[in-house]
């Protein structure tokens, strides 16, 4: 059985908390810049792009699609053999690394483009983790 | 810097590589500094300036008896000792020191004496948004853009093999390589799976070892038994320290930014270039070099290598130690890159290119975080 205890767990910052409490919520947030309109990732209380301090946090779609990734086949404790690290690209622009879950980890069955919906994972009662699974028919 | 001021003076490896288990981390510095002071005809104390990366800087002038009074501890991984060298030659023009050491060692395969790499743990930035999805470390991390290198420059699996099969046989030339066996495109394709699409054969070896240079003016170089080598350009440059990212993960901005400032710098063309080293941790790198450095056009790298332009008796031979691949990687690679650059400018290499004049030595540091470019050359220009 996969112990998911072994997986290393993100200890949130000032800068970050509202992610990780979105994600406890099941919420994926982004922020945006007020003035320039840029959207970036991860979190940080100014835009990366001109420095602006007003910059709002917000709920982002949860779409994307499969930019790339590995499978590793190396065993590793909070697995059940080989798994996908990947990098997903947000329907809003900004990329992330996740694991792609709820399909087979191979490549015939992760193409890359395809498209994607985030999913949580609650690992204790403050962290919950973003996965990405193949995106269903919903609008 | 302007190119021919700095010249290096004494260059050389640890006395074994591969599997030095009698050694601890910093006796292995200390082993290759001793090496390259022999080289240099000086002694610990002819040294005024330091710079190392995995150990301190001070750790290493303590240890060998140094007293400096330039000390540059840059760490950006791999790549750190082209930084240092970069670093060294504006000191030295700027009359902060005379002579510098740079050192590296590292007990990468037997752990002796080796200080953890510390990332810092769960707060920092790849500590919340890439540890979690339980990469296990560079082969599952540093590989991850090139399923989407391939998709956007037509890039093939087997043009990926056939850089590993090409530098073994660069590897079969020289006696010091940890894998000398020849290769097929198949063997590395066939390979144990590490991390799809990358087997066993396309991931550095994990080898202990060490390397170290020192530098001063190229007007005082007259005066040392070597044959001096010249540095003629530098670059050095970051990006962002996780691999998710990347501007792009097609291109390695820090590639772009280091390269370029070297040859603008040294003022040769890609033409002029006789012979280059490319860091490769894996073996998508010396594809993502070629390009990001401007030898090959987007997408042509893959074909460049397959058709033997880089290989014994190619137009442009490329990692001539065998490289991380088969040569030895300890971890931090950079320093056996510098070190192939500079034999292949003395003219002492095991697999000697004929001629060479002028070597490109672009290194990597962390996965895509960091580069480093040294532009050698056997002649003062």
């Keep these: ?110 193409q890359l483009d395809m498209p994607l919906e985030v999913t949580f994972e609650a690992l204790n009662e403050d962290i919950s983790l973003p996965y990405f699974q193949p995106a269903g028919d919903r609008q | 810097m302007k190119p021919g001021t700095i010249a290096i003076v004494g260059a050389a490896e640890t006395t074994d590589l591969g599997k030095i288990p009698d050694m601890s981390q910093l006796q292995l510095h200390a082993d290759a500094a001793l090496n390259t002071l022999a080289d240099a005809g000086l002694k610990p104390s002819d040294i005024d300036g330091i710079a190392s990366a995995g150990e301190a800087p001070g750790s290493v002038a303590h240890y060998l008896g140094i007293v400096p009074k330039w000390v540059d501890g840059t760490m950006v991984g791999g790549c750190s000792f082209m930084l240092h060298v970069r670093h060294a030659a504006a000191a030295i023009n700027a009359g902060h020191c005379q002579t510098v050491l740079i050192t590296h060692g590292e007990s990468g395969r037997s752990n002796v004496g080796r200080g953890a790499f510390h990332g810092g743990g769960g707060a920092t930035l790849p500590g919340q948004f890439e540890a979690p999805f339980c990469g296990m470390g560079a082969p599952t991390t540093f590989t991850l853009p090139f399923l989407r290198f391939m998709k956007e420059t037509g890039t093939t699996l087997e043009q990926l093999a056939g850089v590993a099969v090409v530098q073994r046989e660069w590897a079969a030339m020289n006696p010091r390589a940890s894998q000398k066996d020849p290769l097929t495109v198949d063997d590395v394709m066939n390979a144990r799976m590490i991390a799809y699409p990358f087997t066993k054969l396309e991931c550095c070896l994990v080898t202990d070892g060490g390397g170290a240079l020192i530098l001063t003016s190229a007007e005082r170089a007259k005066d040392f038994p070597t044959k001096p080598v010249f540095i003629i350009g530098t670059g050095e440059s970051v990006e962002a320290p996780m691999i998710s990212q990347m501007e792009d993960l097609t291109v390695s901005r820090a590639f772009r930014v280091s390269g370029q400032n070297a040859f603008e710098e040294s003022g040769i063309t890609h033409d002029d270039v006789d012979h280059l080293m490319i860091y490769d941790a894996f073996a998508h790198l010396p594809l993502y070099g070629l390009e990001d450095l401007g030898f090959c056009q987007r997408g042509e790298a893959g074909s460049f290598i397959e058709t033997r332009n880089t290989a014994p008796g190619g137009s442009l031979p490329l990692n001539t130690n065998g490289g991380g691949l088969s040569y030895m990687h300890s971890g931090m690679y950079g320093m056996y890159a510098l070190q192939e650059s500079v034999r292949q400018m003395r003219g002492v290499a095991p697999a000697q290119v004929q001629d060479a004049k002028i070597s490109v030595c672009h290194g990597v540091g962390g996965m895509f975080a960091a580069a480093g470019t040294i532009i050698m050359a056997n002649e003062q220009p």
């Design chain 1, 1 to 110: 059985m996969p112990d998911k205890s072994k997986i290393p767990l993100p200890i949130p910052t000032p800068e970050t908390a509202h992610f990780w409490e979105g994600a406890k919520t099941g919420e994926l947030r982004l922020q945006k810049c007020d003035e320039c309109a840029h959207t970036y990732f991860p979190p940080r209380p100014f835009c990366p792009s001109c420095a602006s301090k007003r910059v709002s946090v917000f709920k982002a779609s949860g779409r994307g699609f499969l930019y790339s990734y590995v499978i590793n086949q190396r065993p590793h404790p909070a697995f059940d053999g080989p798994y996908s690290i990947a990098i997903v690209e947000l329907e809003e622009g900004p990329r992330m690394m996740t694991n792609v879950v709820n399909v087979d980890q191979t490549p015939e069955a992760l």
